[in-house]
T-cell receptor, first 114, second 112 residues
Framework: NAGVTQTPKFRILKIGQSMTLQCAQD?????MYWYRQDPGMGLKLIYY???????DKGEVPNGYNVSRSTTEDFPLRLELAAPSQTSVYFC?????????????FGDGTRLSIL | GQNIDQPTEMTATEGAIVQINCTYQ??????LFWYQQHAGEAPTFLSY????GLEEKGRFSSFLSRSKGYSYLLLKELQMKDSASYLC?????????????FGTGTLLAVQP
């Protein structure tokens, strides 16, 4: 069972570079999320999606973009990497959370901007 | 906006019981989650409470009081492997649960 798959697991970027963090889920979940987690901190929601073609901002969307062209995939784009974006990024998916459905997390992408 | 507050760190002894508290501010509330996160790993789901009272699941139990904006996670018969961060997560202000707000987590250290 693959669940939520994130790639890459680690990446080092230079300031100003761009990259896409990939996220794919095989559980047919409509809801998908991107979080960042800084050391010793909780999860901060960057963007989320309630279905293909629908995305919305979370708490900390500045500097990021997302798209949701299919149910399975939810890539996160960094256009101009900045040192403040050094963090661990987690992708998650779920059935509608209103019914208490838990979020399933990928293993994370550890990103350093130098 | 939503505030979720948890203690930053706790220490407990193997075999003991520990209670991790979480307080939140919301209206139109729709449930509260607890997740466990071991160092360097992804969070994993522990429990969900939507009604007042205690939900028991093996060694772990979770309690909710909606009127008080208060929840706790109770861990019994602590084991060394329970050393982890415990994250409380609730709906955003207004009760929408399309997106959750996570607390900063409580880092639990279980000592021999």
């Amino acid at each position: 069972n693959a669940g939520v798959t994130q790639t890459p697991k680690f990446r080092i970027l230079k300031i100003g570079q761009s990259m896409t963090l990939q996220c794919a889920q095989d559980m047919n979940h409509n809801y998908m999320y991107w979080y960042r987690q800084d050391p010793g901190m909780g999860l901060k929601l960057i963007y989320y999606s309630v279905g293909a073609g629908i995305t919305d901002k979370g708490e900390v969307p500045n500097g990021y973009n997302v798209s949701r062209s299919t149910t399975e995939d939810f890539p996160l784009r960094l256009e101009l990497a900045a040192p403040s974006q050094t963090s661990v990024y987690f992708c998650a998916s779920s059935y509608p959370p209103r019914a208490g459905q838990p979020q399933h997390f990928g293993d994370g992408t550890r990103l350093s901007i130098l | 906006g939503q505030n979720i507050d948890q203690p930053t760190e706790m220490t407990a002894t193997e075999g003991a019981i520990v209670q991790i508290n979480c307080t939140y501010q919301t209206s139109g509330f729709n449930g509260l989650f607890w997740y466990q996160q071991h160092a360097g790993e992804a969070p994993t789901f522990l429990s969900y409470n939507v009604l007042d009272g205690l939900e028991e699941k093996g060694r772990f139990s979770s309690f909710l009081s909606r009127s008080k904006g208060y929840s706790y996670l109770l861990l019994k018969e602590l084991q060394m492997k329970d050393s982890a961060s415990y994250l409380c997560a609730g709906p955003t202000y207004g009760g929408a649960t399309n997106k959750l707000i996570f607390g900063t987590g409580t880092l639990l250290a279980v000592q021999p």
